[in-house]
């Protein structure tokens, strides 16, 4: 029986490693793919606000916890898959990119205690026993049913780092007119001399992250000067320059029992929890205003219990935007890292004429959350805080810089730098 167990468990890795030959220019993102996935979070082992980069042959690892809304358990497989620096699979064989197994089990999940909406809590942790990563760049986690590799519940990003560029970083106030009041200019320059490049002008590839969202992040920049063992971006060209936007919106829906600051209300309404925000105020022509924030970021925590991770509980939270008439030529979205800053029918606003406003609601898990609201464009891919945020140059901001190196005899692309700097504090924290 031992050796037949063996055996199934190799035959679904070389199924699993077929899967991932025939990927092709298959474009990744962190996507969620049943809505009964619930709460994905992605960081570095020991902070669960960090970003999702950890270390080449390092101490450190990378967790994936999620939710399975629901009383019964299912089993989950995950397998991880290396991609270039725009998130399309690389193409090389696995065994380039990883040690151990190509597939695994995971085997860590508990049911919620005490809640009113029943789920597993599921969580795991690589590199461990079974799997690890061989080289640099950027992977993606994919998690499905045992024997459906091509048909995931969710895909999350991660980066893993060889840490062989020096970056230093700082953001200025733009000198250009449309962002002088409103934008910040994030200036790189990078240390090269552990890296044996014939042509940095070329082979170098940064990518900037604003509190680490994807949506407005400034792709595939080259290199505006090259001195010696230094590659610099600086303000020639515009192109490392962001609308700021502003300190994000908050609600703390920690306890159950009283109402915090933006809550209206709580009722008790079908089983389960409802939080009604208070109406939120249009703050694009209001003057720029401080509070702390965690630049679009949330944790999971409970007041009345101990595990945040299985007791805290499933509740419904209501948000609400005066607006005299609903805005033409696109639609409004509640976004922040609770959701990738993806925008799904889930999280769009839509606009009440009777009532003069927009209304969303979301099912969240107890915790506290950072939010804006972002308004897209028919036709586009990037939002804009523009609508109902304002943007301004004093806005504190994280800023994840990404510096990755290929040269025309490699085959993959290695991250080779990679730092958070942030736009009120000093570089590199």
């Not at 962190?30 to 390092?58: A, H």
């Not at 001195?227 to 908050?250: H, M, Q």
């Not at 898990?365 to 523009?386: I, V």
């Not at 190196?405 to 692309?413: H, L």
Request: include cysteine; charged fraction near 25%.
């Amino acid at each position: 029986m031992k050796n037949n167990n063996k055996y199934c468990y190799y035959c679904i890795a070389f199924a699993a490693l077929l899967s991932q030959i025939s990927e092709g220019q298959i474009r990744y993102s962190d996507k969620t793919f049943r809505e009964d996935i619930k709460t994905i979070q992605v960081y570095r082992d020991g902070w669960n606000l960090s970003y999702p980069v950890i270390r080449l042959n390092s101490d450190d690892k990378l967790v994936l916890s999620f939710d399975l809304l629901g009383s019964n358990p299912e089993y989950f497989h995950y397998t991880v898959v290396h991609c270039d620096k725009d998130w399309n699979a690389s193409g090389i064989f696995p065994s380039d990119y990883l040690t151990g197994f190509t597939e695994d089990e995971i085997e860590n999940y508990r049911p919620s205690f005490n809640t009113k909406v029943n789920y597993f809590n599921y969580r795991i942790a690589i590199p461990n026993d079974r799997i690890g990563m061989k080289i640099s760049g950027n992977y993606i986690i994919k998690v499905f049913p045992p024997g459906q590799t091509d048909s995931p519940v969710l895909t999350a990003r991660f980066m893993v780092t060889e840490e062989r560029a020096g970056i230093i970083a700082v953001t200025r106030r733009p000198s250009q007119g449309e962002f002088f009041n409103a934008g910040q200019q994030v200036e790189i320059s990078v240390n090269i001399s552990k890296i044996a490049s014939r042509d940095p002008a070329n082979e170098f590839f940064t990518f900037i992250l604003r509190n680490g969202s994807f949506n407005d992040a400034k792709e595939n920049l080259k290199p505006e000067m090259v001195a010696g063992n230094e590659v610099r971006y600086t303000s020639l060209s515009g192109s490392n320059i962001f609308y700021a936007g502003n300190e994000y919106r908050y609600f703390d829906i920690r306890s159950i029992k009283y109402t915090k600051e933006f809550i209206r209300k709580i009722e008790y309404m079908g089983g389960r929890y409802h939080f009604f925000l208070l109406p939120s105020e249009n703050r694009e022509f209001k003057p720029y205003f401080y509070w702390k924030d965690f630049n679009g970021k949330y944790y999971v925590a409970i007041q009345d219990g101990r595990d945040m991770d299985t007791e805290a509980d499933y509740v419904h939270v209501y948000f609400t935007m005066p607006s005299a008439n609903e805005i033409p030529g696109g639609k409004l979205y509640i976004s922040g890292a609770f959701n990738n800053w993806n925008f799904t029918p889930e999280n769009r606003m839509i606009y009440n004429p009777g009532r003069g406003q927009y209304e969303g609601s979301l099912l969240l898990k107890q915790g506290y959350y950072n939010y804006e609201y972002l308004f897209l464009k028919d036709g586009t891919k990037g939002a804009s805080p523009s609508f109902f945020e304002g943007n301004h140059y004093e806005t504190e901001n994280d800023y994840l810089i990404l510096v990755y190196y290929r040269n025309n005899r490699e085959r993959y692309d290695r991250l080779v730098g990679s730092v958070v700097i942030n736009s009120t504090r000093s570089p590199g924290y």
